[in-house]
């Protein structure tokens, strides 16, 4: 050997050491990822597999929607049975036909209501307090408006309960609900 070849020998081992230990933690940290990739993909699964009932169930609640919605004397208007009146005599004269309305009535926009509420719940994953269920289906939630729309919100979720499609577990704070989800507190 040649002066100087032994200290190159000795930092080539060390280096030859240094990478063969880190390919070692390397091939440890793929094999751990791999673990953990199939563990997502199998939590993955489940979460489409329980969306994909979620979204057949609020599917099945939305098409056989029960007239609850329909008959609902929340957010009624009166013009919706202005049809079936006699017009309305002022100072001995008779008023003007409406004009048409774009917007829809009253018990198509409860149902309307009621399914977005029902979709809120079916993806939210976690029991919502009545403000944040207001807030997702576009409501206000301050001021004067706000607090209408709360209780419109609030009144909406207690009709889903009464009708099973979502459970109370706490004032105010709303779950859909499931074949898997208990009842209401005090249900036996």
Avoid: W
């Amino acid at each position: 050997m040649m002066p100087g070849e032994a200290e190159a020998v000795d930092g080539l081992r060390t280096a030859v050491d240094f990478y063969e230990a880190k390919a070692a933690r390397l091939q440890q940290r793929r094999a751990e990822l791999e673990k953990e990739l199939a563990e997502l993909d199998a939590e993955l699964s489940k979460a489409s597999a329980t969306r994909d009932h979620l979204v057949t169930a609020l599917s099945e609640i939305t098409t056989a929607e029960d007239a609850s919605f329909a008959g609902s004397d929340d957010e009624t208007d009166p013009r919706d049975d202005a049809g079936s009146q006699d017009p309305v005599i002022e100072e001995g004269r008779a008023a003007a036909p409406e004009e048409p309305r774009s917007q829809p009535s009253a018990g198509k926009r409860n149902r309307q209501l009621g399914q977005q509420v029902l979709q809120v719940l079916a993806t939210a994953g976690r029991p919502l307090h009545v403000k944040e269920i207001a807030e997702a289906v576009g409501k206000p939630v301050s001021g004067k408006a706000g607090t209408s729309a709360v209780e419109t919100v609030r009144k909406t979720c207690k009709r889903h309960v009464d009708h099973g499609r979502a459970i109370e577990p706490d004032p105010g704070v709303f779950v859909i609900a499931s074949a898997g989800t208990p009842g209401p507190k005090g249900d036996a």
